[in-house]
């Protein structure tokens, strides 16, 4: 099975958590799955940024990233993230190999707008690198990094770049490993599946906030584009992946919704 795993940040913080995703994932490749990983890393970006007395603003969720912030992401993510990331995985007995967006034009942004600074979306996805470094058993972990035309960095949202990244592979499943158990109702209970429709009232109604809105918006396009499995989990719940493709129900499943009525 081809799939891509979206690593929230917060996971790769603890290196317990860590080194147990590391061992699920080499396991899988192990198996002789074609496992794609992507990251993103905010919060340790963010406690970076207040080391250092970086003020940061965001204007609609986005972080504005200045050519300092910039730098700063290309230290934490493609850095430090990613080469822990790497090392746990080869640890694990895998065989990683840690990306931007930037390798071989693997994602190609564009400047959001003006007022954001170096925040990219994404234009697009060259799968070529993933496909001849997973079709050798390498698991690609890629930093959401991504370049211009004109040899610029992006910043972009790691939801979104799992996303683009899945649908350009033709993944067959897509996961999102975050810190939560996956949606959570106005009553804090675990939504087992939900359609675009009702992530759209979820957004609305203020119940799925901040990352979560981010990460529902994500995963419409994933489904509207097209993927077959879209599923948000806990990336703490031990064996999480093996679980997960053995057919055990677990999280939130994001569905097509029910075809409209002629
Ligand atoms: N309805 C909801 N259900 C679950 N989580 C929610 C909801 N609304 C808001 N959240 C928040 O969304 C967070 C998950 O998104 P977040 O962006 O923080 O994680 P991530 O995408 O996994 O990590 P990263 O952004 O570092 O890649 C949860 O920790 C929770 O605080
Ligand atoms: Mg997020």
Redesign the pocket.
Known sequence: MKLLV???????DSSETRCRLAQQLAGLAERGHRVVVV??????LSRYLAVQGIQSRFVNGFRVTTPEILDAVVKVLAGEVNVELVTAIQQAGGRAVGLTGADDGLVEAVQLSPELGAVGRIERVRPALLDLLTGNGYVPVVA?LAAGAQGELFNV???QMAVACTVHLQADRLI???????????Q?RL?PELDAARAEE?IHTG?????????LKACASAVRQGVPEVR?AA?ARPNVLPDLLGGQTVGTALVAGAPVAP
């Open positions: 979206k690593l929230g940040g917060t996971l790769l990251h993103g890393g905010g919060k340790r959401c949202n790691a939801d999102f490993l975050t810190d939560v158990e996956g949606v959570l109702d106005e804090k939504i979820l119940v799925a906030s901040r990352g979560m809105e981010a990460k948000i990336g």
